[in-house]
T-cell receptor
Framework: NAGVMQNPRHLVRRRGQEARLRCSPM?????VYWYRQLPEEGLKFMVY????????ESGMPKERFSAEFPKEGPSILRIQQVVRGDSAAYFC???????????????FGEGSRLTVL | DAKTTQPTSMDCAEGRAANLPCNHS???????VYWYRQIHSQGPQYIIH???NNETNEMASLIITEDRKSSTLILPHATLRDTAVYYC??????????FGTGTRLTIIP
């Protein structure tokens, strides 16, 4: 069973360009989370999605950032008009539908490292 | 207000048991204690979680005090590959994970 797959692993963009990060959850998982880790800082929650629904986007910056998890295909984190401050590691995690509603056991991918020049 | 308090860093000799403490004095009755770790440049890895009882799996043991105000993660025979930042997280069952600063554990050869 393949783990959470993220691509690209490394992405370089110039200021003003768009960055698209993809995340394929583990097979059978219907919950996806995105976290951001700035250099030398901790992991910060960004957004929680289920198929075709954004459940919690309280950690998403108000502008330029969007996320989706379509019925078919991977989850996408999109950053428009990137700035140098967007340089970070972006981690995706997935979890299965839990009968108890317990969402604490997440499986993380290896991350996508965005560098903005 | 942080829900947990962990030492900033710890060292442990290779082959010995690594005991990582976590204080969560304001934990409520329905909140779980989760432990994750992040090895350098990798994604976080789930280790173990518990509510009231002590738990053990192939990676570690989790000891929760009777009053639930603190817990200890035990790695029974630490190896160099256990060098990582270890996060203790307290959440309700349906809450999202919030990572603090964790404990940077260094295993010494």
């Amino acid at each position: 069973n393949a783990g959470v797959m993220q691509n690209p692993r490394h992405l370089v963009r110039r200021r003003g360009q768009e960055a698209r990060l993809r995340c394929s959850p583990m097979k059978g998982h219907s919950h996806v989370y995105w976290y951001r880790q700035l250099p030398e800082e901790g992991l910060k929650f960004m957004v929680y999605l289920q198929k075709e629904n954004i459940i919690d986007e309280s950690g998403m910056p108000k502008e330029r950032f969007s996320a989706e998890f379509p019925k078919e295909g991977p989850s996408i984190l999109r950053i428009q008009q990137v700035v140098r401050g967007d340089s970070a590691a972006y981690f995706c995690a997935s979890s299965p539908m839990s009968r108890t509603g317990n969402t604490g056991e997440l499986f993380f991918g290896e991350g996508s490292r965005l560098t903005v020049l | 207000d942080a829900k947990t308090t962990q030492p900033t860093s710890m060292d442990c000799a290779e082959g010995r048991a690594a005991n990582l403490p976590c204080n969560h004095s304001t934990i409520s009755g329905n909140e779980y204690v989760y432990w994750y770790r992040q090895i350098h440049s990798q994604g976080p890895q789930y280790i173990i979680h518990g509510l009231k009882n002590n738990e053990t799996n192939e990676m570690a043991s989790l000891i929760i005090t009777e009053d639930r105000k603190s817990s200890t993660l035990i790695l029974p025979h630490a190896t160099l590959r256990d060098t990582a930042v270890y996060y203790c997280i307290v959440i309700l069952g349906n809450e999202k994970l919030t990572f603090g600063t964790g404990t940077r554990l260094t295993i010494i050869p």
